[in-house]
């Protein structure tokens, strides 16, 4: 009996970026399901992060299509204008970064909630709710505590659990463990991948780490802007 894959939450079709005479992106496919994780290898310049960048409304790609499934119904990411893009990426999706980009000036219970607190949430709901989701990463009574007191590990944490306080559909995640030893990279991890493929959400996730890659359902090779090889993980 053959199955049948699940329909993408994310799909994007012959998607084309340059810069100048430089090609960043040259007629990539790409599609992820709910509940799935998918991992973006290749080397420096290959189109990584543009391919991130295309999927997640932070830049236009210069033709092809890029649809989102919500509940409310299909969204075409490339038809909207900049301040609609700017309200799924603060609605729809999470972010979590190499270096994290959290505001050293903030407490972590404020870093999580600061999400929340610019889509109208009251402070002391949102702060409520980030501390929620700060206990679940591990990090219940640290909520005080500044990004300069947290170790690399607890900072992304802090991150993770800031991508995910708005109930982000998709996660898309830019070398998260970048900056981390070995030991420190599987823990961010397992509360990366616990916090979106655990709860049925789906996880993007551009590496140069095959150990990190292992960990995703499928990954993708990236060589001058296509997909050269695509693997499912065991």
Not at 155 to 164: S, T
Request: proline share 4%.
């Amino acid at each position: 009996m053959t199955s049948v894959a699940p329909p993408p939450v994310l799909s994007a079709v012959a998607l084309t970026k340059t810069y100048g005479a430089a090609v960043a992106l040259a007629g990539v496919d790409f599609r992820v399901a709910a509940g799935e994780s998918v991992a973006i290898m290749g080397a420096s310049g290959s189109g990584k992060t543009t391919l991130l960048h295309c999927l997640a409304g932070i830049i236009r790609p210069d033709a092809g299509s890029i649809d989102l499934a919500l509940a409310s119904g299909p969204v075409s990411i490339v038809q909207l204008s900049e301040k609609e893009r700017s309200r799924l990426r603060r609605e729809a999706f999470g972010f979590v970064f190499q270096q994290g980009f959290l505001l050293p000036e903030l407490t972590a219970v404020e870093n999580v909630a600061l999400p929340l607190m610019l889509g109208g949430v009251a402070r002391p709901i949102a702060e409520h709710d980030a501390a929620g989701w700060l206990a679940a990463l591990g990090l219940a009574g640290f909520e005080s505590r500044r990004i300069g007191q947290l170790s690399g590990g607890q900072a992304q944490r802090v991150a993770i659990a800031r991508a995910q306080v708005t109930g982000a559909s998709i996660v898309f995640a830019d070398e998260p463990t970048g900056a981390l030893d070995s030991h420190t990279s599987a823990e961010v991890m397992d509360a990366l991948i616990g916090s979106t493929i655990g709860r049925g959400r789906s996880l993007v996730v551009v590496t140069h780490d095959e150990g990190v890659a292992a960990r995703c359902s499928r990954v993708l090779q990236l060589a001058d802007g296509r997909i050269v090889d695509e693997a499912v993980t065991a």
